[in-house]
């Protein structure tokens, strides 16, 4: 439910804005107060009429608007909201986020605001997915504002792909995870997700089998407590969750980077399968293939990020969770590990081909802390997640 929460909906400018009627319809019904704000080129789609209607309040649009500037400041109404939502961002809104400009009243109020942002994406398939909107995208998800969708399928413009508006009720999900009012409500806690890629040359790697699946379900399971997330990942095959800051790497290094960059934290997971060696010195231009002479590859190690931040004397998050993936003696090695790397927990499972478990959707996990371990049965991935997410919640309490 969404009662007495307020909700400053920006409506831009393209079709799918008429879906935004019946996003207003659904947070309506679950109590939300809905203060619509509409772009000009909105005013192409949908009537200010229908949406002041259906939002029962005024619908904004007017940057220079005495009458609103003398009721409620612009910079006041970017701040009376609980969340600000975006939906539809158009490729040409999210350029003008990306770039802070302040150029009409809905970029002014999201550049003036101190209140969580959530974009709901929705354009030509070939727009999202230009470099230039993707480049945007991680510049806004870098500024903690989070995302959902776009979904994939047809499109009004008669092309198929990823650049349909989620539905109404799956950003009402979002929102709802977004204000969530859980355990975690004001902790912030850092996932660390997938396989890392180490290049060799600019079109090979190294990686490994890591899917990603349990990582990110364990930053929707944070999340959905009410924590703030940064969720660090490498290139992993499932999709980020929703409601969650997303920093995507590739390398360890960058993953290091980025990890020291969400610091300070309450709690931090580090559930990638981090690559131990990178190549040492790898090639800017494509390593050319040669007869008979077959290429020597040299190794460094990469930077132990558990370790590193388990083993900080300032900015240690008060909770700091490892993984181990084992094949053999899984509890002793893992007891050990946790005592090497100086972690609190560590959750370790077998992760043997016999298992299924590495790419798989289950995952049988030893919970290791200082008073011993506790053996969970074998369950899903996303119950993993939330036991563990209801676990991190008691000790941070
Ligand atoms: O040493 P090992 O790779 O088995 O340790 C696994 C744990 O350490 C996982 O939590 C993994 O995310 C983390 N790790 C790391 N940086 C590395 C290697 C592992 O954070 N370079």
């Excluded at 508006?165 to 355990?183: C, K, M, S, T």
């Amino acid at each position: 439910m969404l009662t007495g929460k307020r909700i400053l909906l920006i409506i831009g400018g393209g079709i799918a804005a008429y879906k935004s009627l019946e996003l207003i319809r659904r947070l309506r019904e679950r109590g939300a107060d809905v203060v619509p704000v509409m772009t000009e080129a909105a005013g192409q789609f949908v009537t200010p009429m229908s949406v002041t209607a259906l939002a029962g309040n005024p619908v904004h649009s007017d940057l220079f608007d005495l009458g609103t500037e003398a009721e409620m400041g612009h910079i006041q109404l970017s701040r009376v909201a609980d969340l600000v939502v975006v939906a539809p961002a158009t490729a040409h809104l999210m350029a003008r986020m990306a770039q802070g400009m302040a150029d009409d009243l809905a970029t002014t109020l999201l550049l003036a605001t101190d209140t969580p942002v959530l974009i709901a994406p929705a354009m030509n398939v070939r727009m999202w997915e230009h470099p230039a909107t993707q480049r945007n995208l991680a510049t806004l998800l870098g500024d903690g504002i989070t995302c959902t969708g776009p979904d994939e399928g047809d499109m009004a413009c008669g092309e198929y792909g990823p650049g349909r508006l989620a539905e109404p009720l799956a950003i009402v999900e979002a929102i709802e995870a977004r204000l969530a009012d859980g355990p975690l409500k004001g902790r912030r806690v850092l996932v660390t997700s997938g396989p890392t890629h180490e290049p060799i040359d600019p079109v090979r790697y190294i990686a490994n089998r890591s899917s990603g699946a349990q990582g990110t379900a364990i930053a929707a399971a944070l999340s959905a407590l009410g924590a703030d997330v940064d969720f660090i990942t490498g290139p992993a095959d499932v999709p980020p969750p929703q409601g969650v800051r997303v920093i995507p790497v590739e390398t360890a290094a960058q993953m290091m980077d980025a990890v020291q960059q969400s610091l300070p934290c309450d709690a931090a997971v580090f559930a990638a399968a981090v690559a131990d060696w990178c190549v040492a010195g790898a090639s800017s231009s494509k390593i050319k293939k040669k007869a008979g002479k077959l290429p020597t590859l040299e190794f460094a190690e990469n930077p132990d990020i558990l370790a590193h931040v388990a083993q900080l004397k300032r900015d240690r998050p008060r909770l700091v969770v490892g993984f181990a993936a084992e094949t053999d003696d899984v509890i002793a090695n893992a007891t050990a590990k946790r005592a090497r790397k100086g972690c609190d927990w560590i959750l370790a499972n077998d992760v043997s081909p016999e298992t299924g478990i590495m790419g798989g959707t289950e995952n049988a996990v030893h919970l290791i802390t200082e008073d011993g371990h506790d053996s969970w049965p074998r369950m899903t991935k996303d119950l993993v997640a939330r036991k563990l997410a209801a676990r991190i919640a008691e000790a941070l309490a």
